[in-house]
T-cell receptor, first 112, second 113 residues
Framework: GAGVSQSPSNKVTEKGKDVELRCDPISGHTALYWYRQSLGQGLEFLIYFQGNSAPDKSGLPSDRFSAERTGGSVSTLTIQRTQQEDSAVYLC??????????FGQGTRLTVV | GESVGLHLPTLSVQEGDNSIINCAYSNSASDYFIWYKQESGKGPQFIIDIRSNMDKRQGQRVTVLLNKTVKHLSLQIAATQPGDSAVYFCAGAPAKGAQKLVFGQGTRLTINP
């Protein structure tokens, strides 16, 4: 069966540009997470969606970051006016309602 | 708030030996813990989980121990193999019923031949 799919796998963008990162969760999973992982570091929580509840946005580092989840399925993480410190791997995970989360391969974002 | 950390950032073991990776957490209300394995260039993969009403759980070659008194958990890997080389993360759910996972920084496990 299909796992969590993220696109693009790699993205190079110029400083100041906006980027959109896409996550297709496992079908039927009600919870969706976005995490950020800088080189050699742990996973930094960004945002969490659960069903129709208001998302937990407590991890978003600034107002340049936003995310939406349309129809309870696909999610898009948008970073406006990208900065070099935004360079990282952005990981998406989905969960069937139990706590275990299944991760995608990530999108490696490089801001030059 | 919840924080989950690891005692050592790196661990080297001989092939065939047992590995023990440790993790500490701060929130005594944490209800659920997971260990993930992350190989280079890949997303984290689930290894094993444990709920706070248990103190031990075993999987295939792996055992997770939970000590709620000192807020510590460990991952034991038996007969470590080269394929076990990876970064291992512990993650906790900070409150009963909540699902947001908080991750530690990870321990890089290196297997020496």
């Amino acid at each position: 069966g299909a796992g969590v799919s993220q696109s693009p796998s790699n993205k190079v963008t110029e400083k100041g540009k906006d980027v959109e990162l896409r996550c297709d969760p496992i079908s039927g999973h009600t919870a969706l997470y976005w995490y950020r992982q800088s080189l050699g570091q742990g996973l930094e929580f960004l945002i969490y969606f659960q069903g129709n509840s208001a998302p937990d946005k407590s991890g978003l580092p600034s107002d340049r970051f936003s995310a939406e989840r349309t129809g309870g399925s696909v999610s898009t993480l948008t970073i406006q006016r990208t900065q070099q410190e935004d360079s990282a791997v952005y990981l998406c995970a989905s969960s069937p309602g139990q706590v275990e989360a299944f991760f995608g391969q990530g999108t490696r974002l490089t801001v030059v | 708030g919840e924080s989950v950390g690891l005692h050592l950032p790196t661990l080297s073991v001989q092939e065939g030996d047992n590995s023990i990776i440790n993790c500490a957490y701060s929130n005594s209300a944490s209800d659920y813990f997971i260990w993930y394995k992350q190989e280079s260039g890949k997303g984290p993969q689930f290894i094993i989980d444990i709920r706070s009403n248990m103190d031990k759980r075993q999987g295939q070659r792996v055992t997770v121990l939970l000590n709620k008194t000192v807020k510590h958990l460990s991952l034991q890997i038996a007969a470590t193999q080269p394929g076990d080389s990876a970064v291992y993360f512990c993650a906790g759910a900070p409150a009963k019923g909540a699902q947001k996972l908080v991750f530690g920084q990870g321990t890089r496990l290196t297997i020496n031949p």
